[in-house]
C-alpha cells in the first residue's frame, strides 16, 4: 500500500518537488510505475496462489484447530478417482460445449445480420448487448423466477407455442432439462459477446475483396467460405477462448439458478469446489482440486492460443 | 491456532470482566436466521434495550443461506456477531473450534439453572461433549418439524365422502406415517373450487440441509439409527438397515406421487407459499412457523390445524431450534451475556412464547395454561418428547452435505436405488470419520 | 462503383436483416422488462397463473425492499393510524414498519467498494500501462501474459488462500479487504486496456515535451493523461462494473459490514418464501445504473470485453 501512495504522490506532484526526481532514469521510473501492480499481484495472487499449492499436500481444514498433516499426493489421488467429480467435470464439459455451441451459432449469425447495415442496427446492437454486462447472480435469481412451472413466464410461453401444459415440465427440476436451462440462460447473457467479437471480424474485411471475388464471378456462397469465414475465424476463436475461460469458472448464474440439483446434474466444478472448500471446509483437499482445476483451464488455454496463433499468421 | 488462543484469551477477560460487572451501553449484533420468530425477538428485545441501555442490532440471513453465511463468519473470526442463535448441529463445531464462549462459570455465577429447561433442549442446543454438563448455549428456542393441513378441507362433506370411498377409512389427522401418504395422495390432482391441488408440500431443497430435514422425518418413525452403538459410529446395519430403506422409499414415493409439479427443490419458504396460496392440503414445517400461519389472514385460523410427524414404527420427529450463544470473536462479550442473563428469566420466556418464540423453559411448559394457548402447543410438547437430531459432530456440515447429495440423488433425480444411496451414504461418513482420525 | 456498390446489401437483405436482428432485440429484452414490470407488481400478483402482464402496479415491493416490518396487534393497529402511503401499503397486511431494511446499506457497500476499487485499479493501471507502453520493460511480454494470466483462476480458488490471509490481517468482511481484492482482479483488465489506448497516443507529443524541459513525470501527467483520459473513463466504467456485478468473492468473503447488493438481492424474503415483487425491485435498482453505463460506453464495449484484443 505505501508503495502505491508513494507513487501517486509522485504522480501528482508540483513541479518543485518533481524536479528532485528528475536524476531518476527512465528505467526507475518504468519499475516505479509497474511496481505496485506487480506487488499487488504478487500479494493478492501469487503468494495465494503458492500458499494453495502447499496446502494441497496436507489435511489442512480452516475451520478446525487440529495440527497439519503432511500426506503427500493423497488429495489428488483421491480427486482423480472420485467417480463423483468425473460427473462434474462432464456436467462442465455438457455446459461449456453448448453454452459455445449456441453462442456461436447465434452470435454469428446475429453479426452477419447486423452487417448488411440496416438503419438502425447500432441502436438494436447496443440493445442486445445489454444481458451481458449485467450482475449474473442478481439475473441468475430472476431466471429461477421465469423457469417456475406454473407461475413463471418461460413455462409459460412455452406452452403457448407449444400447448404444453405450462405446469407439466420442470425447467430447474428435472434430471433432463436442468443442464439444458442453464445453457439457454448462459447463452441469452453471452451470445452477445460473441456477436460484437464477429461484428468487429466482420467489419475487419476490407471490401475491395469482395470487389474482386465478384470480378472473379466467384458466388455469393464461393465468397462466404472463402472470404467471410477465414476472415473471422481468429476473431470468433478469440471469443471461444473468452467464453470457455469464463464458462470454466462459471458458478454464480448456476448456483442461483440449479444449486447444482437436481441431485448433481448441473453441479458445475466450481460449484463443487465450493461445497468442498467452504461448506465441508476440507481446505487442502480443495486446494487440491483448484489446482488441478488450474492447470487444465491454463493449459488448455495456452494449447489454443497457440492455434489460434496459427491461424492468425495464415 | 489462532482461533484457539483467542477463545482462551476471551474466556480469560470474560471471566475478569463479568466479575468486575463494569457495564457500559454498547451497540450488540444478534445474528440469527431471516423468519418469523425473529421479529417476534426484535420486539421482545425492546424491553432489553429500555433495561439495560444497550442497542441491539440484527443481522438475519434466509434459512437456505443461514449456515452458510454464519459458519463462514464464525470460521473467519469474524466480530459482525455478538450472539449467535446458532442451529443444534453447529454446537459440536463451535465448542470444539472456540467460536463459542463457554457458558458454565456464568450460569453459576448468575444462578442460571439448566435444570429450567427441557431436557430434550438442554441435550440438543447447550452441551458438547453431548449430554455433558459443558454448556455453550442456552436453549433459545425449542423446534421440531411437524404438519399442518387445511381443515376446512378436511370437513367438508363432500370431500370427506369421496375420501371414505377411495380409501374406506374417515378423512381425519392421520395416525402412521402410511395414512400420511394416503391423504395426501388422495388430494394430489383433485379439483377443489375450480382449482387443482396437490396432496402435501415436503421438503426436498438440495444447498443446505432440507432434503435431509425431511427425509428424516420418514426415518425417525421407521426406527433409522446412526449408529448401533451411541459413540461408536459403527453405521452398517444401522443406517442402511432395512427399515431405514423402506422409510427413504417411502419418502421417494411420497415425493412422486403426492406434491405439488415443481417442488424439487423445496424448503420452508416453498412450502408456506404452497399452503398459502391454497396448493397443497398439507406441509410439513417447522413448529416455528405455526403461529405465523394460524394469523395468516387467507389461509389461517378456522382453516388450519396441525398435527405431529405420525408415528410408523415409533414416534419421531427431526429436531430443529437453536440455543443462544456468544461469540467468543466479540468484543462485547459481557453486554452479550447481560443479554442472555436477562432472556433467561422466566417472565421474559413467558413473554417470548406469547409473541410467537418457542420458550424451552419449563415454568413455560409446564404451566397449566401452556397446552391451550395455542392448537399446536400440546402438539409441540408430543413432538418435543420424541426428537432426535442429526449428527452434532464437529464435522457435522460434511455429513450433511453428504446426505443431502445422496438424497436428493434418489429422491429427486432419480438414480439407483434406496439401499445403494444409504449404502453410498456410510461410505461418505466413513470417509469423514476416518479423516477425523474417530475410525 | 459509387452508385452501385457490389459489397453493398441489397435494400431485401437489409429489411430481411433489420427484422430478424430486431426480433431477436425484442425477444432478449423479455426477461428484463419483466423484472422491471415485477417489480411493480402485488406479490399474489407475481405468481399467479397465468402470468399477468396487464395489472394494477403498486409500490409494494419497493416499500418492501426498503423496510422491515413486523406484525401486531389489533389494539396497537387500532390505536395508531397509518401515517404515510407507505405506512398504508403496509398495514393492508396487519403489519407495520419496524425499520430500514438492510438493502440501502448493502447497496452503499457495492458503491464504496465498486468506486473504491475502479479508483485505485485505474492509478495502478495507469501507471504500470504507461510504463509498458513507453519504456523497454525486461521480459515486458511475459510480465504482461503474468498479468492476464491471474484472471483465469476461477474465483473460487483464488478465494480459499485469500480466506485464510484476510483471517490472519483481520480483513474478512471490510471494505478494505474487499476494494483491495477487486483491485487485484480488475488490474489485469486495466493495464491491458490502458496500453493500448496509451499506445495511440503518438509519442511525438511528450518526445516534444520533454524538449521543452518536461520531466518525464510532467509530460505523463500534462501530455499523456489529458489524451488518455476517454480510454481511462471507458476503463473505469468496465472495473466498475465487474466490482458491481462480482457475487463469488462477495458471498464467501463477506458476511454483513462489507456486504455488497449482489449477495444481498437474492435473499430477499417475505412472509413465506423470497418476496418477488422486492427482489425485482432491488434487481431494477441494481441493474439499471450499469444498463446506462453500457449505453454511454457503447463505443468501447468490444475493447472492454476482450482486454483490449479487438480494437475496433
Same mark, same amino acid.
Given at each position: 500500500?505505501?508503495?502505491?501512495?508513494?507513487?501517486?504522490?509522485?504522480?501528482?506532484?508540483?513541479?518543485?518537488?518533481?524536479?528532485?526526481?528528475?536524476?531518476?532514469?527512465?528505467?526507475?521510473?518504468?519499475?516505479?510505475?509497474?511496481?505496485?501492480?506487480?506487488?499487488?499481484?504478487?500479494?493478492?495472487?501469487?503468494?495465494?496462489?503458492?500458499?494453495?499449492?502447499?496446502?494441497?499436500?496436507?489435511?489442512?481444514?480452516?475451520?478446525?484447530?487440529?495440527?497439519?498433516?503432511?500426506?503427500?499426493?493423497?488429495?489428488?489421488?483421491?480427486?482423480?478417482?472420485?467417480?463423483?467429480?468425473?460427473?462434474?467435470?462432464?456436467?462442465?464439459?455438457?455446459?461449456?460445449?453448448?453454452?459455445?455451441?449456441?453462442?456461436?451459432?447465434?452470435?454469428?449469425? !446475429?453479426?452477419?445480420?447486423?452487417?448488411?447495415?440496416?438503419?438502425?442496427?447500432?441502436?438494436?446492437?447496443?440493445?442486445?448487448?445489454?444481458?451481458?454486462?449485467?450482475?449474473?447472480?442478481?439475473?441468475?435469481?430472476?431466471?429461477?423466477?421465469?423457469?417456475?412451472?406454473?407461475?413463471?413466464?418461460?413455462?409459460?410461453?412455452?406452452?403457448?407455442?407449444?400447448?404444453?401444459?405450462?405446469?407439466?415440465?420442470?425447467?430447474?427440476?428435472?434430471?433432463?432439462?436442468?443442464?439444458?436451462?442453464?445453457?439457454?440462460?448462459?447463452?441469452?447473457?453471452?451470445?452477445?459477446?460473441?456477436?460484437?467479437?464477429?461484428?468487429?471480424?466482420?467489419?475487419?474485411?476490407?471490401?475491395?475483396?469482395?470487389?474482386?471475388?465478384?470480378?472473379?464471378?466467384?458466388?455469393?456462397?464461393?465468397?462466404?467460405?472463402?472470404?467471410?469465414?477465414?476472415?473471422?475465424?481468429?476473431?470468433?476463436?478469440?471469443?471461444?477462448?473468452?467464453?470457455?475461460?469464463?464458462?470454466?469458472?462459471?458458478?454464480?448464474?448456476?448456483?442461483?439458478?440449479?444449486?447444482?440439483?437436481?441431485?448433481?446434474?448441473?453441479?458445475?466444478?466450481?460449484?463443487?469446489?465450493?461445497?468442498?472448500?467452504?461448506?465441508?471446509?476440507?481446505?487442502?483437499?480443495?486446494?487440491?482440486?483448484?489446482?488441478?482445476?488450474?492447470?487444465?483451464?491454463?493449459?488448455?488455454?495456452?494449447?489454443?492460443?497457440?492455434?489460434?496463433?496459427?491461424?492468425?499468421?495464415? | 491456532?489462532?482461533?484457539?488462543?483467542?477463545?482462551?484469551?476471551?474466556?480469560?477477560?470474560?471471566?475478569?470482566?463479568?466479575?468486575?460487572?463494569?457495564?457500559?451501553?454498547?451497540?450488540?449484533?444478534?445474528?440469527?436466521?431471516?423468519?418469523?420468530?425473529?421479529?417476534?425477538?426484535?420486539?421482545?428485545?425492546?424491553?432489553?434495550?429500555?433495561?439495560?441501555?444497550?442497542?441491539?442490532?440484527?443481522?438475519?440471513?434466509?434459512?437456505?443461506?443461514?449456515?452458510?453465511?454464519? !459458519?463462514?463468519?464464525?470460521?473467519?473470526?469474524?466480530?459482525?456477531?455478538?450472539?449467535?442463535?446458532?442451529?443444534?448441529?453447529?454446537?459440536?463445531?463451535?465448542?470444539?473450534?472456540?467460536?463459542?464462549?463457554?457458558?458454565?462459570?456464568?450460569?453459576?455465577?448468575?444462578?442460571?439453572?439448566?435444570?429450567?429447561?427441557?431436557?430434550?433442549?438442554?441435550?440438543?442446543?447447550?452441551?458438547?461433549?453431548?449430554?455433558?454438563?459443558?454448556?455453550?448455549?442456552?436453549?433459545?428456542?425449542?423446534?421440531?418439524?411437524?404438519?399442518?393441513?387445511?381443515?376446512?378441507?378436511?370437513?367438508?362433506?363432500?370431500?370427506?365422502?369421496?375420501?371414505?370411498?377411495?380409501?374406506?377409512?374417515?378423512?381425519?389427522?392421520?395416525?402412521?406415517?402410511?395414512?400420511?401418504?394416503?391423504?395426501?395422495?388422495?388430494?394430489?390432482?383433485?379439483?377443489?373450487?375450480?382449482?387443482?391441488?396437490?396432496?402435501?408440500?415436503?421438503?426436498?431443497?438440495?444447498?443446505?440441509?432440507?432434503?435431509?430435514?425431511?427425509?428424516?422425518?420418514?426415518?425417525?418413525?421407521?426406527?433409522?439409527?446412526?449408529?448401533?452403538?451411541?459413540?461408536?459410529?459403527?453405521?452398517?446395519?444401522?443406517?442402511?438397515?432395512?427399515?431405514?430403506?423402506?422409510?427413504?422409499?417411502?419418502?421417494?414415493?411420497?415425493?412422486?406421487?403426492?406434491?405439488?409439479?415443481?417442488?424439487?427443490?423445496?424448503?420452508?419458504?416453498?412450502?408456506?407459499?404452497?399452503?398459502?396460496?391454497?396448493?397443497?392440503?398439507?406441509?410439513?414445517?417447522?413448529?416455528?412457523?405455526?403461529?405465523?400461519?394460524?394469523?395468516?389472514?387467507?389461509?389461517?385460523?378456522?382453516?388450519?390445524?396441525?398435527?405431529?410427524?405420525?408415528?410408523?414404527?415409533?414416534?419421531?420427529?427431526?429436531?430443529?431450534?437453536?440455543?443462544?450463544?456468544?461469540?467468543?470473536?466479540?468484543?462485547?462479550?459481557?453486554?452479550?451475556?447481560?443479554?442472555?442473563?436477562?432472556?433467561?428469566?422466566?417472565?421474559?420466556?413467558?413473554?417470548?412464547?406469547?409473541?410467537?418464540?418457542?420458550?424451552?423453559?419449563?415454568?413455560?411448559?409446564?404451566?397449566?395454561?401452556?397446552?391451550?394457548?395455542?392448537?399446536?402447543?400440546?402438539?409441540?410438547?408430543?413432538?418435543?418428547?420424541?426428537?432426535?437430531?442429526?449428527?452434532?459432530?464437529?464435522?457435522?456440515?460434511?455429513?450433511?452435505?453428504?446426505?443431502?447429495?445422496?438424497?436428493?440423488?434418489?429422491?429427486?433425480?432419480?438414480?439407483?436405488?434406496?439401499?445403494?444411496?444409504?449404502?453410498?451414504?456410510?461410505?461418505?461418513?466413513?470417509?469423514?470419520?476416518?479423516?477425523?482420525?474417530?475410525? | 462503383?459509387?452508385?452501385?456498390?457490389?459489397?453493398?446489401?441489397?435494400?431485401?437483405?437489409?429489411?430481411?436483416?433489420?427484422?430478424?436482428?430486431?426480433?431477436?432485440?425484442?425477444?432478449?429484452?423479455?426477461?428484463?422488462?419483466?423484472?422491471?414490470?415485477?417489480?411493480?407488481?402485488?406479490?399474489?400478483?407475481?405468481?399467479?397463473?397465468?402470468?399477468?402482464?396487464?395489472?394494477?402496479?403498486?409500490?409494494?415491493?419497493?416499500?418492501?425492499?426498503?423496510?422491515?416490518?413486523?406484525?401486531?396487534?389489533?389494539?396497537?393497529?387500532?390505536?395508531?393510524?397509518?401515517?404515510?402511503?407507505?405506512?398504508?401499503?403496509?398495514?393492508?397486511?396487519?403489519?407495520?414498519?419496524?425499520?430500514?431494511?438492510?438493502?440501502?446499506?448493502?447497496?452503499?457497500?457495492?458503491?464504496?467498494?465498486?468506486?473504491?476499487?475502479?479508483?485505485?485499479?485505474?492509478?495502478?493501471?495507469?501507471?504500470?500501462?504507461?510504463?509498458?507502453?513507453?519504456?523497454?520493460?525486461?521480459?515486458?511480454?511475459?510480465?504482461?501474459?503474468?498479468?492476464?494470466?491471474?484472471?483465469?483462476?476461477?474465483?473460487?480458488?483464488?478465494?480459499?488462500?485469500?480466506?485464510?490471509?484476510?483471517?490472519?490481517?483481520?480483513?474478512?468482511?471490510?471494505?478494505?479487504?474487499?476494494?483491495?481484492?477487486?483491485?487485484?482482479?480488475?488490474?489485469?483488465?486495466?493495464?491491458?486496456?490502458?496500453?493500448?489506448?496509451?499506445?495511440?497516443?503518438?509519442?511525438?507529443?511528450?518526445?516534444?515535451?520533454?524538449?521543452?524541459?518536461?520531466?518525464?513525470?510532467?509530460?505523463?501527467?500534462?501530455?499523456?493523461?489529458?489524451?488518455?483520459?476517454?480510454?481511462?473513463?471507458?476503463?473505469?466504467?468496465?472495473?466498475?462494473?465487474?466490482?458491481?456485478?462480482?457475487?463469488?468473492?462477495?458471498?464467501? !468473503?463477506?458476511?454483513?459490514?462489507?456486504?455488497?447488493?449482489?449477495?444481498?438481492?437474492?435473499?430477499?424474503?417475505?412472509?413465506?418464501?423470497?418476496?418477488?415483487?422486492?427482489?425485482?425491485?432491488?434487481?431494477?435498482?441494481?441493474?439499471?445504473?450499469?444498463?446506462?453505463?453500457?449505453?454511454?460506453?457503447?463505443?468501447?464495449?468490444?475493447?472492454?470485453?476482450?482486454?483490449?484484443?479487438?480494437?475496433?
Amino acid at each position: 500500500m505505501s508503495e502505491s501512495t508513494a507513487t501517486r504522490a509522485a504522480a501528482a506532484t508540483p513541479p518543485r518537488v518533481a524536479r528532485k526526481i528528475r536524476g531518476l532514469s527512465d528505467r526507475a521510473i518504468a519499475w516505479l510505475f509497474v511496481g505496485p501492480t506487480i506487488f499487488l499481484l504478487l500479494a493478492i495472487n501469487i503468494f495465494p496462489l503458492i500458499w494453495t499449492v502447499r496446502l494441497s499436500f496436507t489435511n489442512f481444514k480452516a475451520n478446525r484447530n487440529r495440527p497439519i498433516e503432511w500426506i503427500g499426493t493423497r488429495n489428488y489421488e483421491r480427486i482423480l478417482t472420485d467417480s463423483d467429480i468425473w460427473l462434474n467435470m462432464q456436467a462442465t464439459a455438457h455446459f461449456l460445449f453448448w453454452t459455445i455451441f449456441f453462442q456461436v451459432l447465434i452470435g454469428f449469425t !446475429l453479426a452477419y445480420l447486423i452487417n448488411k447495415k440496416f438503419k438502425g442496427n447500432d441502436l438494436w446492437t447496443t440493445i442486445i448487448v445489454l444481458p451481458m454486462m449485467l450482475s449474473p447472480a442478481v439475473v441468475g435469481n430472476f431466471w429461477k423466477f421465469l423457469y417456475q412451472p406454473q407461475i413463471g413466464l418461460f413455462n409459460y410461453v412455452v406452452g403457448f407455442f407449444t400447448g404444453k401444459d405450462p405446469s407439466s415440465f420442470e425447467m430447474l427440476g428435472s434430471v433432463d432439462l436442468a443442464p439444458w436451462s442453464i445453457v439457454i440462460v448462459d447463452t441469452w447473457m453471452w451470445t452477445p459477446f460473441v456477436m460484437l467479437i464477429c461484428l468487429a471480424g466482420l467489419r475487419s474485411i476490407p471490401d475491395y475483396i469482395y470487389e474482386a471475388a465478384e470480378i472473379d464471378r466467384a458466388s455469393k456462397l464461393r465468397q462466404f467460405f472463402t472470404i467471410t469465414i477465414p476472415m473471422v475465424l481468429p476473431f470468433l476463436m478469440l471469443a471461444v477462448l473468452f467464453r470457455g475461460i469464463e464458462n470454466f469458472k462459471m458458478f454464480d448464474l448456476v448456483v442461483q439458478l440449479t444449486g447444482g440439483g437436481p441431485g448433481s446434474t448441473t453441479e458445475l466444478t466450481s460449484i463443487n469446489l465450493k461445497r468442498e472448500a467452504f461448506e465441508k471446509w476440507r481446505t487442502g483437499y480443495a486446494s487440491a482440486y483448484a489446482i488441478i482445476l488450474f492447470v487444465t483451464v491454463f493449459g488448455l488455454a495456452s494449447i489454443y492460443v497457440k492455434a489460434l496463433n496459427k491461424v492468425k499468421e495464415r | 491456532m489462532k482461533s484457539l488462543k483467542l477463545a482462551s484469551a476471551s474466556a480469560i477477560s470474560f471471566a475478569a470482566a463479568t466479575f468486575a460487572g463494569a457495564s457500559q451501553a454498547e451497540d450488540l449484533t444478534l445474528c440469527w436466521a431471516a423468519w418469523d420468530p425473529a421479529n417476534a425477538l426484535v420486539e421482545l428485545s425492546k424491553e432489553f434495550e429500555a433495561e439495560s441501555g444497550h442497542k441491539m442490532s440484527f443481522e438475519f440471513v434466509p434459512w437456505p443461506n443461514f449456515a452458510d453465511r454464519m !459458519l463462514n463468519e464464525l470460521n473467519s473470526g469474524g466480530q459482525l456477531c455478538d450472539l449467535l442463535i446458532g442451529d443444534s448441529q453447529w454446537i459440536g463445531g463451535g465448542a470444539e473450534n472456540g467460536h463459542y464462549v463457554k457458558l458454565n462459570d456464568f450460569f453459576e455465577a448468575e444462578g442460571i439453572e439448566m435444570s429450567d429447561f427441557a431436557d430434550a433442549t438442554v441435550y440438543a442446543y447447550s452441551t458438547w461433549p453431548k449430554g455433558t454438563p459443558n454448556y455453550y448455549a442456552l436453549p433459545a428456542m425449542g423446534d421440531a418439524n411437524g404438519w399442518f393441513y387445511r381443515k376446512d378441507w378436511f370437513e367438508r362433506d363432500d370431500i370427506k365422502a369421496a375420501f371414505k370411498e377411495a380409501t374406506g377409512r374417515e378423512l381425519a389427522e392421520p395416525e402412521t406415517q402410511k395414512e400420511l401418504l394416503e391423504v395426501a395422495q388422495f388430494f394430489q390432482g383433485r379439483e377443489i373450487d375450480g382449482q387443482t391441488v396437490y396432496g402435501a408440500a415436503i421438503f426436498t431443497e438440495r444447498g443446505s440441509e432440507g432434503i435431509t430435514m425431511g427425509v428424516t422425518g420418514a426415518l425417525y418413525p421407521w426406527g433409522f439409527k446412526y449408529e448401533n452403538t451411541p459413540g461408536s459410529y459403527d453405521m452398517e446395519g444401522a443406517v442402511n438397515s432395512p427399515e431405514a430403506v423402506e422409510a427413504l422409499e417411502f419418502y421417494k414415493e411420497f415425493y412422486e406421487t403426492a406434491t405439488p409439479p415443481g417442488y424439487t427443490n423445496s424448503y420452508m419458504g416453498e412450502s408456506l407459499d404452497a399452503f398459502k396460496s391454497g396448493q397443497v392440503a398439507m406441509a410439513m414445517n417447522w413448529f416455528a412457523f405455526f403461529p405465523g400461519l394460524y394469523a395468516d389472514p387467507n389461509t389461517g385460523g378456522d382453516k388450519i390445524d396441525f398435527f405431529v410427524n405420525p408415528p410408523q414404527n415409533q414416534p419421531g420427529s427431526t429436531l430443529g431450534g437453536q440455543g443462544i450463544s456468544v461469540v467468543s470473536y466479540s468484543d462485547k462479550q459481557d453486554a452479550a451475556l447481560e443479554y442472555i442473563k436477562w432472556f433467561a428469566q422466566p417472565e421474559v420466556q413467558q413473554k417470548w412464547w406469547d409473541l410467537g418464540g418457542y420458550s424451552a423453559h419449563n415454568a413455560v411448559l409446564e404451566s397449566p395454561t401452556f397446552k391451550d394457548s395455542a392448537p399446536f402447543a400440546g402438539d409441540f410438547l408430543e413432538a418435543m418428547a420424541n426428537v432426535q437430531d442429526f449428527w452434532q459432530e464437529p464435522a457435522y456440515a460434511e455429513l450433511l452435505l453428504a446426505m443431502q447429495k445422496r438424497m436428493h440423488d434418489y429422491v429427486v433425480a432419480d438414480q439407483g436405488t434406496a439401499q445403494e444411496a444409504l449404502d453410498l451414504l456410510i461410505e461418505d461418513w466413513t470417509e469423514v470419520f476416518e479423516d477425523e482420525g474417530k475410525l | 462503383m459509387s452508385s452501385f456498390s457490389v459489397t453493398d446489401p441489397s435494400p431485401r437483405s437489409k429489411w430481411f436483416a433489420g427484422t430478424l436482428v430486431i426480433l431477436y432485440a425484442l425477444i432478449t429484452m423479455v426477461p428484463l422488462a419483466w423484472i422491471m414490470l415485477t417489480g411493480f407488481k402485488s406479490p399474489s400478483d407475481a405468481i399467479s397463473y397465468p402470468p399477468k402482464v396487464v395489472f394494477e402496479p403498486t409500490l409494494e415491493g419497493y416499500v418492501n425492499l426498503f423496510t422491515t416490518r413486523t406484525r401486531q396487534t389489533d389494539e396497537y393497529l387500532q390505536a395508531n393510524p397509518p401515517k404515510t402511503w407507505y405506512e398504508e401499503i403496509v398495514r393492508e397486511y396487519d403489519m407495520v414498519i419496524a425499520g430500514p431494511s438492510k438493502f440501502g446499506e448493502r447497496f452503499l457497500n457495492s458503491v464504496i467498494i465498486g468506486f473504491g476499487s475502479t479508483f485505485l485499479s485505474i492509478v495502478l493501471g495507469t501507471l504500470a500501462a504507461y510504463a509498458f507502453s513507453r519504456f523497454k520493460i525486461p521480459l515486458a511480454d511475459d510480465l504482461l501474459f503474468f498479468i492476464l494470466s491471474t484472471r483465469m483462476m476461477p474465483p473460487i480458488a483464488v478465494a480459499i488462500p485469500i480466506f485464510l490471509m484476510y483471517r490472519q490481517l483481520g480483513l474478512s468482511d471490510t471494505h478494505l479487504g474487499m476494494i483491495l481484492l477487486y483491485t487485484a482482479v480488475n488490474i489485469s483488465l486495466a493495464v491491458w486496456l490502458l496500453k493500448g489506448f496509451i499506445d495511440e497516443i503518438p509519442r511525438e507529443y511528450e518526445e516534444a515535451a520533454l524538449i521543452d524541459g518536461y520531466t518525464r513525470f510532467q509530460a505523463f501527467y500534462k501530455v499523456v493523461l489529458p489524451q488518455a483520459a476517454t480510454g481511462i473513463a471507458s476503463t473505469a466504467i468496465f472495473c466498475l462494473i465487474f466490482a458491481w456485478n462480482e457475487y463469488a468473492f462477495a458471498v464467501l !468473503l463477506t458476511s454483513g459490514t462489507a456486504q455488497t447488493a449482489p449477495p444481498f438481492i437474492p435473499t430477499i424474503i417475505g412472509v413465506g418464501g423470497l418476496d418477488w415483487p422486492a427482489v425485482a425491485a432491488g434487481a431494477t435498482i441494481f441493474l439499471l445504473p450499469v444498463m446506462i453505463f453500457t449505453i454511454l460506453l457503447r463505443k468501447h464495449l468490444l475493447r472492454g470485453i476482450t482486454f483490449g484484443a479487438v480494437r475496433k
